[in-house]
């Protein structure tokens, strides 16, 4: 399905890999023209090749690592050069080690704020005006379902909360601009750090990592399949388009009903 998105211009972090990979390719698959950043120059090569001779569209790359400072507006500024202006902000970038209060140290607290907080803020913040110069745009946050249900065995998912609110401050500020602002909330997704959390979690319960995925599917997630990062990538590519006009300061849950709670 097409979602009309040819023509657009889309920054996309975190692009090397997983989720961003996946939705900088559903993106391209569109038309869409792309700057992708990482900090691993070599599957960022990769990834741009792939992405530009796959679908034609124009890939510029990024090598730049967010969590600095002073680097999230020179990588605005270097894409928006490259593409000529940006419609689209896909914040992927940045994740957050599992873990529990006593495992969790003061410098994985400050890192990840830098990075997955701070780095979509810096992002944002950057982008807002070339947006409203622009007469309006797309910021889509890939956040995770840790900012709406809490867990001992990951207490950095309260930097995800912070992000959901973050999410919608600037969506009432980007409105009367023509800027949407909306978060996706992944649950597990077939990825390299769904592995890493199944390590983490598998060794604190006593069991293999293969019996913790099975009976993680059993009993936590209802559809009875994780997410994919294509699943997520699908979802970006319908609320940056037209078709997803009203929708703002609001989220995307793509967990398959694991989480408890109601919306």
């Not at 699908?234 to 694991?258: M, N, R």
Request: glycine share 12%; net charge negative; charged share 20%.
């Amino acid at each position: 399905m097409t979602r009309g998105l040819s023509g657009r211009r889309a920054l996309v972090t975190g692009g090397s890999a997983g989720i961003g990979f996946a939705t900088a390719d559903r993106l391209a698959s569109e038309g869409v023209s792309l700057a992708l950043v990482a900090r691993n120059e070599s599957r960022l090569s990769q990834a741009r090749a792939q992405i530009a001779e796959t679908h034609g569209v124009d890939v510029a790359q990024i090598v730049a690592d967010l969590s600095l400072p002073d680097t999230p507006g020179r990588v605005v500024e270097q894409a928006a050069d490259a593409l000529g202006g940006i419609d689209i902000l896909v914040n992927n970038a940045g994740s957050s080690p599992f873990g529990t209060l006593e495992a969790i140290t003061d410098s994985d607290w400050m890192s990840s704020i830098d990075l997955k907080l701070m780095g979509y803020v810096r992002c944002t913040r950057a982008v807002f005006g070339i947006m409203k110069e622009g007469g309006g745009g797309v910021i889509v946050n890939v956040v995770g379902m840790a900012g709406r249900s809490a867990s001992p065995a990951y207490v950095l998912g309260s930097l995800n909360a912070a992000l959901l609110h973050f999410t919608k401050s600037v969506a009432e500020l980007g409105g009367p601009h023509g800027i949407r602002v909306m978060a996706v909330n992944p649950g597990l997704t077939t990825t390299d750090r769904m592995e890493e959390a199944i390590e983490v979690w598998a060794k604190d319960a006593g069991m293999t990592n293969e019996e913790f995925r099975t009976a993680y599917l059993e009993e936590r997630v209802p559809v009875g399949r994780f997410t994919t990062p294509e699943d997520v990538a699908e979802a970006i590519a319908y609320l940056c388009s037209d078709a997803a006009s009203p929708v703002t300061g609001s989220a995307i849950q793509l967990d398959g009903a694991s989480a408890s709670g109601v919306f």
